[in-house]
């Protein structure tokens, strides 16, 4: 957990709840916390869902890995402890995406399963919905895959610290869902996670 370093400041609550706001867009909100290796498809199913979603009317907004670490992290490598407060960060901005009543579709390879559980700590803490998806491949499909031309690199040596060549990539031992990448069609990885999200009472049944 990372230290709390400013002193004497106080949470100052509003007179607006996430109740007024999920009333608001006629929705509540929810993280959904997509997982896996570097071209497992974590970002290519965000995408669809989000286009689903946007379709039937209801307020998304998709977290990417690379995105983020062009803005809000651009100051952050790929050493354990960047990584770390890679997903403190984007856990945080999830959170508050979710007081709004946003469906947040957050894609991220996020690796260490103790910072997956932080954010998922931290959504439980408030009473927010925490999806944690498992786009499982294996790596030898991933790296057939190659889709930015990573692994290449790493296998090269001319990147370090990339998951699953010289850092561990720590599967989730009990995900809301799994989606079988190699073997599911995108349409059935789409089906499975609306079903789930009807199912918590997060979309209409």
């Known amino acids: 957990m990372t230290e709390q370093k400013a002193t004497n400041v106080h949470w100052h609550e509003g007179d607006i709840t996430r109740e007024h706001r999920n ?4 929705q509540r909100g929810a993280t959904l916390w997509f997982t896996g290796l570097s071209g497992s498809g974590k970002s290519t199913v965000a995408v669809a869902i989000e286009g689903v979603l946007h379709e039937a009317g209801r307020l998304c907004y998709r977290l990417d ?11 952050l490598g790929f050493s354990a402890e960047d990584r770390a407060e890679n997903i403190r960060r984007i856990g945080e901005v999830a959170k ?25 700590a931290l959504h439980a803490e408030a009473g927010m919905d925490f999806i944690e998806i498992f786009v499982d491949v294996p790596l030898e499909v991933a790296e ?31 995900p809301e869902i799994v989606l079988n990448s190699a073997e599911m069609s995108l349409e059935e990885e789409v089906n499975v996670v609306l079903a789930a999200l009807r199912e918590r009472g997060i979309l209409p049944a």
């Open 144 to 174: 057939s895959r190659d889709p930015k031309g990573l692994y290449k690199k790493a296998r090269a040596g001319e990147i370090k610290n990339f998951t699953g060549i010289d850092d561990p990539y720590e599967a989730p031992e009990k």
């Open 23 to 26: 009333e608001l867009l006629g």
């Open 65 to 75: 890995g690379d995105n983020v670490r062009l803005g809000i992290n651009r100051n």
């Open 96 to 120: 508050l995406f979710v007081d709004t009543g946003v469906i947040t579709l957050s894609s991220f390879v996020s690796p260490y399963r103790a910072d997956r559980d932080q954010v998922r």
